[in-house]
């Protein structure tokens, strides 16, 4: 899926080699579902976006359009180590907001070097500007009282458990959802708390790896479920997302999976980080099935009491993948 795609210390590119075309009619992946979570039967046709991006806590701020709503639920969505330019989650942010939320995407780090101990409280900075600047034009959408999701890939994943962990010391709301996709710090774990363990009980987390990330690992993944004693094995899932190469394009698994390039979204910024999301990043099955399905699923478990059995449980809907041309069911999910 992913060819060229790191967000992370340090700063490597990695390439992922591609497997022959088969010879006859080429096996395709699964489409976007019509309906459902990960679905395309979106209340809202538009994306309204906003640009405040002025460094360190800067921040870009989506909310639906076509129709207008009066209030939403908020999701903070954090990059990857060097990945500031929204479009290189594009995908995925519009697939939120067309769903009915509004999105803050903090910048937190002004230049590949800013130091990743203050990523958190640059981003808890970018959170509490952009509530601000919501509140102070009540014609768009207003954040529903209670209902915060943090979302975060990589570096960003590890600042949105930090949020999580303790919101009021970085004055943002407190989340019930938490995603993070291939959490790690590389060689720079200052930017982690010291402890997880008194991460609200409150909270329902899904942890997502990738079956061949070189570049995080399962290092973080593995302490953070550890040490979050307080959130109980039914509120959170360890998810291993699986390669399979059935088809083409093969589905790969690598670190950079949750990336979904999309320029309706591009800042105008450059770096290696970007310049290589862009050439080897789409949208496709893994974000459908994996990404897009559980995020979906948990956000309405934690805000609205529906959809548990899709976001955690090892259910069927958890795990499934879709179906490739031919019938054949893509690798599930696994839960560790």
């Known amino acids: 899926m992913r060819l060229l795609f790191v967000l992370f210390i340090p700063l490597l590119l990695h390439t992922a080699c591609n497997k022959p075309e088969p010879e006859g009619p080429a096996i395709k992946q699964p489409v976007q579902p019509a309906e459902g979570y990960g679905g395309a039967d ?34 903070v969505f954090n990059h990857g180590y060097g990945a500031w330019n929204p479009a290189c989650y594009g995908g995925w942010i519009r697939h939120l907001v067309r769903r009915g939320n509004i ?22 900075a970018a959170i ?10 009540p014609s768009w959408p207003q954040p529903i009282k209670g209902k915060y999701a943090y979302i975060g890939h990589s ?4 600042v949105s458990a930090n949020l999580a962990l303790t919101p009021v010391t970085y004055g943002v709301p407190g989340t019930k959802a938490l995603v993070l996709a291939c959490p790690g710090t590389g060689n720079a774990p200052q930017g982690a708390a010291s402890s997880y363990k008194n991460m609200s009980s409150r909270i329902k987390m899904l942890l997502i ?7 995080a690992g399962t290092t973080f993944s593995d302490m953070l479920y550890k040490a979050t004693t307080y959130i109980t094995a039914a509120n959170k899932n360890y998810i291993i997302h699986q390669a399979d ?53 948990l956000l309405d478990c934690a805000l609205y009491q529906k959809g548990c059995d899709t976001a955690l449980g090892r259910s069927a809907a958890q795990l499934y993948m879709g179906q490739w041309s031919d019938g054949t069911a893509v690798r599930p999910l696994l839960v560790k």
């Open 42 to 75: 979106y209340p809202y046709a538009g994306v309204a976006k906003l640009n405040y991006d002025d460094g360190n806590a800067g921040f870009w701020l989506y909310y639906p359009q076509n129709p207008t709503p009066k209030e939403a639920p908020v999701v």
């Open 103 to 124: 999105v803050i995407f903090p910048r937190y780090q002004a230049t590949l070097v800013t130091t990743p101990a203050i990523y958190t409280s640059n981003a808890a």
């Open 128 to 137: 509490s500007r952009a509530l601000k600047v919501i509140a102070a034009n």
């Open 155 to 158: 570096y960003g994943a590890v």
């Open 209 to 215: 790896t990738e079956e061949y990330d070189n570049r």
């Open 245 to 297: 190469d059935h088809g083409t394009p093969a589905i790969s698994a690598n670190h950079g999976e949750a990336a979904s390039t999309d320029m309706f979204f591009d800042s105008g910024q450059r770096n290696a980080v970007i310049s290589a999301s862009f050439t080897g990043t789409r949208t496709d099955a893994t974000d459908y099935y994996c990404y897009w399905k559980l995020a979906d699923a």
